[in-house]
C-alpha cells in the first residue's frame, strides 16, 4: 500500500509539472499588455504622425538647408500637395529672402501644411524651453493661391510671422522669469527685458490703456470696441489683438510700407520706434532689396501695407503669437 501510494505522488507530481511547463510556453506566445505610459506615448506618435489639423511634411533646418523628418499619413489633395516638393522649397526660398542668415539660426524646423480647415496661413512656436529655438509652419495652399505670392500676401505672412521670432526669442525674453515676478511685460513665454522692442512698445503705447484692454479681452464685442476707441493707434485691426501681434503688424508695415512716415498718429510713432533701431534698417534693407520684382524692379513682391486677408479681424488675445489650433 505505501508502495502504491508513492506511486501516486509520483504521478501527480509529473502532471503538476507538465501543466507548468505547458503554461509557460503559451504565455510566451501572447505578447505583453504594453505599460499605460508606453501605450499612451505609441497613441501620441501614431496621432502625429495623422497629419489630422492639416499638416503634411516637417523639416528640419541646418545651416539653411532643409533635411525631411517626417511626412505625415495624408490623402487626397492633401497627398498631392505633400508630394510636391518643389513648391516646399521654392516656399522656403522665400524664407531665405526675408529672414537674414543670423536670425535663421534661431529656426530649427519648418512645416509644410494646407490651412483651408483652420483658415491659417502661418504661424511659429517655440521648440526650446527658453526661447532659442523656434518652428515656422507655412500653408501651402495659401501660398498658391492666385499663383504663388499673389499680391504679395504669402511673403506678408512670412514677414508677420519672422517678426514674432524677432520680438519673442531669448535675446528679447526671459523664459525663467514667470508673470508674478515680472516687473516689465509678460508675453505668455516669459518676461520681457527691459530693452527689448516688444517692452519699448508696451511702455510707450499700450501701459496707459493695458488695464481696459484686459476687460474688453472677454469677448469680441468688447474688443471691436476697444479698438474703435483706439483705432488710431494701430496699424490694422489684428493689431489690437494684443502687445504681441501689435509688435509683429507694426514690423510687417514698417517692411512694407515705402516711406518712413511723419509720425502723425500713434500708430506712426509705433513704426518710426523701429526706424530708432539701426539692426532693424539694416534687417528692412536687406528684405526689401530680396523682394524686388525681376520683371519690375521698382516694384516688390510685397503687399500694400494693412491690405493682407486677415488685417480687419482681431485673433486670439489671450496670445502673443496666434500658434494654429
Same mark, same amino acid.
Given at each position: 500500500?505505501?508502495?502504491?501510494? *508513492?506511486?501516486?505522488?509520483?504521478?501527480?507530481?509529473?502532471?503538476?509539472?507538465?501543466?507548468?511547463?505547458?503554461?509557460?510556453?503559451?504565455?510566451?506566445?501572447?505578447?505583453?499588455?504594453?505599460?499605460?505610459?508606453?501605450?499612451?506615448?505609441?497613441?501620441?506618435?501614431?496621432?502625429?504622425? &495623422?497629419?489630422?489639423?492639416?499638416?503634411?511634411?516637417?523639416?528640419?533646418?541646418?545651416?539653411?538647408?532643409?533635411?525631411?523628418?517626417?511626412?505625415? !499619413?495624408?490623402?487626397?489633395?492633401?497627398?498631392?500637395? =505633400?508630394?510636391?516638393?518643389?513648391?516646399?522649397?521654392?516656399?522656403?526660398?522665400?524664407?531665405?529672402?526675408?529672414?537674414?542668415?543670423?536670425?535663421?539660426?534661431?529656426?530649427?524646423?519648418?512645416?509644410?501644411?494646407?490651412?483651408?480647415?483652420?483658415?491659417? %496661413?502661418?504661424?511659429?512656436?517655440?521648440?526650446?524651453?527658453?526661447?532659442?529655438?523656434?518652428?515656422?509652419?507655412? %500653408?501651402?495652399?495659401?501660398?498658391?493661391?492666385?499663383?504663388?505670392?499673389?499680391?504679395?500676401?504669402?511673403?506678408?505672412?512670412? *514677414?508677420?510671422?519672422?517678426?514674432?521670432?524677432? !520680438?519673442?526669442?531669448?535675446?528679447?525674453?526671459?523664459?525663467?522669469?514667470?508673470?508674478?515676478?515680472?516687473? !516689465?511685460?509678460?508675453?505668455?513665454?516669459?518676461?520681457?527685458?527691459?530693452?527689448?522692442?516688444?517692452?519699448?512698445?508696451?511702455?510707450?503705447?499700450?501701459?496707459?490703456?493695458?488695464?481696459?484692454?484686459?476687460?474688453?479681452?472677454?469677448?469680441?464685442?468688447?474688443?471691436?470696441?476697444?479698438?474703435?476707441?483706439?483705432?488710431?493707434?494701430?496699424?490694422?485691426?489684428?493689431?489690437?489683438?494684443?502687445?504681441?501681434?501689435?509688435?509683429?503688424?507694426?514690423?510687417?508695415?514698417?517692411? !512694407? =510700407?515705402?516711406?518712413?512716415? &511723419?509720425?502723425?498718429?500713434? %500708430?506712426?510713432?509705433?513704426?518710426?520706434?523701429?526706424?530708432?533701431?539701426?539692426?532693424?534698417? &539694416?534687417?528692412?534693407?536687406?528684405?526689401?532689396?530680396?523682394?524686388?520684382?525681376?520683371?519690375?524692379?521698382?516694384?516688390?513682391?510685397?503687399? &500694400?501695407?494693412?491690405?493682407?486677408?486677415?488685417?480687419?479681424?482681431?485673433?486670439?488675445?489671450?496670445?502673443?503669437?496666434?500658434?494654429?489650433?
Amino acid at each position: 500500500m505505501r508502495a502504491i501510494s *508513492i506511486l501516486k505522488w509520483v504521478v501527480l507530481l509529473c502532471i503538476l509539472t507538465t501543466t507548468i511547463i505547458s503554461c509557460s510556453k503559451d504565455d510566451d506566445l501572447i505578447p505583453d499588455e504594453p505599460k499605460k505610459e508606453e501605450k499612451n506615448n505609441n497613441e501620441d506618435k501614431d496621432q502625429n504622425n &495623422e497629419g489630422s489639423e492639416g499638416e503634411l511634411t516637417l523639416y528640419e533646418i541646418t545651416e539653411s538647408k532643409l533635411k525631411k523628418l517626417k511626412d505625415y !499619413t495624408v490623402t487626397g489633395n492633401h497627398l498631392e500637395l =505633400q508630394k510636391d516638393t518643389k513648391k516646399h522649397y521654392e516656399m522656403w526660398d522665400l524664407v531665405l529672402k526675408i529672414v537674414p542668415p543670423k536670425y535663421r539660426v534661431m529656426m530649427s524646423e519648418f512645416l509644410i501644411f494646407a490651412g483651408e480647415e483652420s483658415g491659417t %496661413a502661418g504661424f511659429v512656436v517655440e521648440t526650446s524651453s527658453d526661447l532659442s529655438k523656434w518652428k515656422m509652419g507655412l %500653408a501651402i495652399d495659401f501660398a498658391y493661391e492666385g499663383g504663388f505670392n499673389s499680391g504679395g500676401e504669402f511673403a506678408y505672412t512670412i *514677414i508677420h510671422e519672422f517678426g514674432h521670432i524677432l !520680438t519673442l526669442n531669448k535675446s528679447q525674453i526671459d523664459a525663467s522669469i514667470s508673470k508674478e515676478n515680472c516687473q !516689465t511685460y509678460f508675453t505668455g513665454e516669459g518676461c520681457a527685458r527691459s530693452n527689448s522692442y516688444i517692452y519699448k512698445l508696451y511702455k510707450n503705447f499700450w501701459a496707459d490703456i493695458y488695464s481696459e484692454f484686459e476687460k474688453a479681452s472677454d469677448n469680441e464685442e468688447a474688443q471691436n470696441k476697444f479698438y474703435e476707441k483706439y483705432k488710431d493707434r494701430f496699424v490694422t485691426k489684428y493689431a489690437s489683438t494684443n502687445p504681441g501681434e501689435d509688435i509683429a503688424e507694426v514690423f510687417a508695415t514698417f517692411i !512694407t =510700407q515705402e516711406n518712413k512716415p &511723419e509720425g502723425k498718429t500713434i %500708430a506712426e510713432k509705433k513704426i518710426l520706434l523701429l526706424y530708432e533701431h539701426d539692426e532693424l534698417v &539694416e534687417l528692412r534693407n536687406f528684405i526689401r532689396n530680396n523682394t524686388k520684382s525681376r520683371t519690375k524692379s521698382r516694384r516688390l513682391m510685397l503687399p &500694400e501695407p494693412g491690405s493682407w486677408k486677415k488685417a480687419n479681424k482681431i485673433g486670439d488675445p489671450t496670445k502673443s503669437h496666434n500658434i494654429r489650433r
